[in-house]
């Protein structure tokens, strides 16, 4: 049985991460958006009680660590393509899975080509908009099982409207489970990895 205090705490933490999104949607889903972003981000993950990086290494904590913004990077609203249904297991990084439908595309263009990645809902409670992103980064200058984009089931969510969503690339962050292996946490798919470098957002230190 979960700890009362750490429940709470969690509740916490995901109300600033959705007052976080939020206060980057009012300023703007650009370069000082992304750079308030980062400095919120950064207060969350070293002081909150609920934070990814584990106790003893909270008052060390560098910060985290980003590719330099990209305006190239900022692809603005882009609208969803309808595609082929699939409903799938996607696995976690430790053990687990979570159900998940693919219900369209997003064409992401950038560095002269045009790439689609799927966009998946989410099938717990509540349920979500979940766009994982794997690319040749990966396993390099950031994790190996990939970056998000959007998760709105923990309110990490740029906008958008019925048909569009707002796509800014140097929003994308690693899961938890980067931080502390003790996170179990959904990947994006190795059959979906991007064959170009998104050369933007959260990235490994060093």
């Known amino acids: ?99 998940a439908r693919r219900f369209a595309h997003l064409p992401l263009e950038f560095g002269g080509q045009v790439h689609r990645v799927s966009v998946y809902w989410l099938d717990v409670y509540g349920g979500g908009v979940f766009v994982p992103l794997r690319d040749a980064t990966c396993g390099d200058s950031t994790y190996g099982g990939g970056r998000y984009l959007l998760d709105t089931v923990k309110s990490a969510d740029l906008g958008g409207d019925l048909e569009r969503l707002v796509v800014d690339l140097n929003f994308l962050y690693h899961p938890s489970c980067v931080h502390d292996p003790q996170w179990s946490c959904p990947l994006a798919s190795a059959d979906e990895r991007l064959p170009v470098p998104v050369v933007g957002g959260e990235r490994l230190p060093g």
């Open 1 to 99: 049985m979960s700890d009362p205090a750490d429940d709470l705490a969690l509740l916490d933490y995901r109300r600033r991460v959705a007052g976080i999104y939020a206060g980057v949607r009012s300023r703007g889903v650009d370069e000082h958006g992304w750079r308030w972003w980062r400095e919120q981000r950064d207060e969350l993950f070293a002081a909150h009680p609920a934070s990814p990086v584990p106790v003893d290494r909270r008052a060390a904590f560098p910060g985290l660590t980003y590719h330099a913004y990209d305006a190239a990077l900022h692809l603005g609203e882009v609208a969803l393509e309808p595609a082929e249904p699939i409903v799938l297991q996607v696995a976690h990084s430790a053990d687990g899975t979570t159900r």
